[in-house]
């Protein structure tokens, strides 16, 4: 006989497949510090925010008496951005699903995790089924996930990854992960190295799971579909008096104008290109010249957002002066042609910028993204840094932008060479514009020397001096260059050499300290 203490004592089960919800984070926080308890624990509550409010279909729970006891993530991404050799961090947007694209072909299976005293009743079935009808429904082509392989350290010493994989898909081993995906109809594409880093037991490898849609039918997009060629425009800028702001923002149309007259994707201006408007006040304080400057910059930003709607072109508008809470920093501006926009300050200042100016660094670098791929801007010294890109590149940049000012040959030619090794190693395009001419009125901005470039990584499919383009030296000009972004999948996956690939992760990594890119 059952009485009613014994039913409190072992309440029945009463399952509930729904979507998660942001006042679940508790339960969910609980059941990752479990399960990942050997890894970095559960995600931080802002990264759960952003996962639940960027794509709400794709997060699924399990609640047993209102309470979370199992969960699946998942996004949305246009699989070819990313191709077979991503890692865990990049493709979800270091977990803040920056990455999901609503027009995407692929759902991507970020994690499941069942709560340890739950398991056993093939909750993570019923969360696999689930991601399987919600493909279906949004008339995905796959499921794809990169899965751990824990069960591969009791062989490591025996057994190759793919000799370990081969005897558990031939049921000869049975691994946590692996053998319940291969029951849930996945098959392994390919194993891929440096997935996750951290992951011990797997010795940082992972298989790359696929579960094809079979009712997938492929839609072709007619107008705003993914492409992989980008047309960009690169201003050399000729620094001339300007008597005020509504003589620059004439100079600045002329340019969007002309570049957006032939299609272009972007268009970059150089860093200080309002710099002439520094000539309007006493050049015997530099500082206190520049800071007058700053009081401009809010309004340029604003008629640069006003030309890329204008003339359905993005613009990463070289940079300017921002004097905030009594800190100058040297900002670039992208302001995209949907109307949003976004900015990067300069991380790396210069001795001659903090003596004349009192100029102090940033401390965040990003990966944006745009409508024609993504994208970073490092501003001149910056990309002298290596350690900048080499961040960016790890969240899939495709295109370096590099406003820059140069006074002399020399300075100019650090600013080249860097940026041309940037486009080397980290498999990317570099585009890098300055200004030409003279300033005699204005302190510390007299002099300018440049020759704008596009560059290009250095194999078979670019060209043979890994220079798409360059302007002629100190004359104001502009450049139009088509990029190829097909061409870095292709180098990264079968190029003769594969820098970002070949990387020895097990000896060196480079890590961002404070906030996330």
């Not at 492929?218 to 960009?232: H, Y």
């Not at 800028?237 to 340019?255: C, H, I, K, N, S």
Request: hydrophobic content about 35%.
């Amino acid at each position: 006989m059952t009485t009613d203490a014994d039913n409190e004592a072992n309440p029945q089960h009463h399952l509930t497949l729904r979507p998660t919800r942001i006042e679940d984070y508790e339960d969910i926080r609980e059941i990752m510090e479990r399960v990942y308890h050997d890894l970095d624990g559960a995600w931080s509550e802002a990264q759960f925010r952003s996962q639940v409010m960027r794509f709400p279909e794709g997060q699924i729970c399990i609640e047993d008496n209102g309470k979370v006891v199992a969960a699946a993530i998942s996004l949305i991404v246009e699989y070819k951005r990313f191709g077979d050799h991503h890692n865990y961090w990049q493709i979800t947007g270091n977990g803040f699903l920056t990455t999901h694209d609503p027009d995407g072909d692929t759902l991507y299976g970020v994690d499941i995790f069942v709560h340890p005293d739950y398991r056993g009743l093939r909750l993570g079935r019923r969360l696999y089924d689930a991601r399987k009808e919600l493909c279906e429904k949004l008339n995905l082509r796959a499921i794809v996930a990169g899965g751990r392989i824990p069960g591969y350290e009791q062989y490591r010493d025996e057994l190759t990854p793919q000799q370990y994989v081969r005897r558990v898909k031939n049921h000869e081993i049975t691994d946590p992960i692996l053998t319940f995906q291969l029951a849930n109809d996945f098959h392994v594409r390919k194993i891929i190295t440096n997935y996750l880093p951290d992951d011990e037991k797997s010795g940082a490898y992972a298989t790359l799971i696929e579960w094809l849609n079979i009712y997938y039918e492929e839609k072709e997009k007619l107008i705003g579909g993914s492409r992989s060629d980008v047309r960009i425009g690169v201003v050399q800028w000729q620094m001339r008096p300007t008597v005020d702001l509504d003589a620059l923002f004439q100079q600045v149309e002329y340019f969007v104008d002309a570049v957006s007259g032939y299609r272009s994707d972007c268009v970059l201006f150089p860093e200080f290109f309002n710099g002439p408007l520094m000539g309007a006040f006493n050049q015997d304080y530099p500082a206190e010249a520049v800071r007058r400057l700053a009081e401009y910059t809010e309004a340029v930003r604003e008629e640069m957002v006003r030309l890329a709607l204008a003339y359905n072109i993005n613009i990463v508008a070289g940079s300017m002066p921002e004097y905030t809470d009594d800190v100058l920093r040297n900002v670039s501006y992208l302001c995209r042609r949907d109307g949003t926009w976004d900015r990067q300050y300069k991380i790396h200042v210069t001795p001659d910028e903090v003596s004349y100016w009192g100029l102090q660094g940033g401390d965040e670098v990003h990966v944006f993204d745009t409508d024609f791929g993504k994208i970073g801007i490092l501003i001149c010294y910056d990309v002298e840094f290596p350690e900048l890109p080499r961040v960016m590149a790890d969240h899939g940049l495709q295109i370096l932008f590099v406003p820059y000012w140069t006074d002399t040959k020399n300075a100019y030619l650090r600013v080249r060479r860097c940026a041309q090794a940037r486009a080397i190693e980290n498999e990317c395009y570099v585009v890098m514009s300055g200004s030409v001419g003279n300033l005699p009125k204005v302190e510390n901005m007299d002099m300018q020397y440049s020759q704008a470039a596009v560059f290009t990584p250095s194999d078979f499919a670019f060209p043979h001096d890994a220079v798409a383009a360059e302007a002629t030296p100190n004359t104001e000009m502009t450049l139009i260059v088509d990029l190829d972004l097909d061409n870095l999948k292709e180098l990264r996956n079968h190029g003769s050499v594969r820098n970002l690939r070949d990387r020895r992760r097990d000896l060196y990594s480079v890590q961002w300290k404070s906030k996330p890119v």
